[in-house]
């Protein structure tokens, strides 16, 4: 991988479990980082964006090699992820904190996050229409270190082997193809 021809995506899906935790599989990505953005309180804690007060979102930070896997790849991989058709919402888990998000740093990447929802809308593989907003980034706040790489920490809490893992299974026999790492 090449260190020096890096480059970053933001986005929420749902909880940052399930997103950070397939993220972080793939080659050509070299960290996966949950946190918070998109609210308007510095430095927020897990349990003030649990409340839906702080405005923030559960997000995660992908710092990639485009050479490597490329920005449409990972836009499949986010939609594959959650259902982009939920509004504050995936599955269980309610609120603004949960919503579906892209963010972007310049014109050039809200476009092309602009067209990668409506290419996978008119795929047809989620019904109904996206609500998935298209966000300019302001400043993404790292999530506490507990939440890293939680999952893989916590395997029999009961919300990873119930909703984290089947979702991992479920990524990782539908993206072999991307030559994902740990991939057991």
Request: proline share 3%; hydrophobic share 30%.
């Amino acid at each position: 991988m090449d260190k020096n021809n890096l480059e970053k995506i933001t986005f929420g899906g749902g909880c940052f479990w399930c997103v950070e935790s397939c993220f972080n599989m793939l080659k050509g990505v070299d960290s996966a980082v949950s946190g918070y953005s998109g609210g308007h309180k510095d430095n927020p804690t897990y349990e003030e964006v649990c409340t839906g007060e702080t405005g923030h979102a559960e997000v995660v930070q992908i710092t990639y090699d485009p050479s490597i896997i490329s920005y449409g790849q990972l836009m499949d991989v986010f939609f594959f992820l959650h259902d982009p058709t939920q509004l504050n919402r995936q599955g269980n888990d309610i609120g603004t904190q949960y919503r579906s998000v892209i963010y972007y740093k310049d014109d050039a990447e809200r476009q092309k996050a602009e067209e990668a929802i409506k290419k996978s809308e008119a795929s047809g593989k989620w019904a109904g229409q996206y609500v998935t907003e298209v966000t300019k980034l302001d400043t993404f706040w790292p999530a506490e270190q507990y939440h890293q790489g939680y999952y893989n920490e916590n395997l029999t809490q009961p919300y990873c082997s119930a909703v984290v893992g089947p979702k991992i299974q479920k990524f990782k026999k539908h993206f072999g193809e991307l030559g994902m790492l740990n991939a057991e």
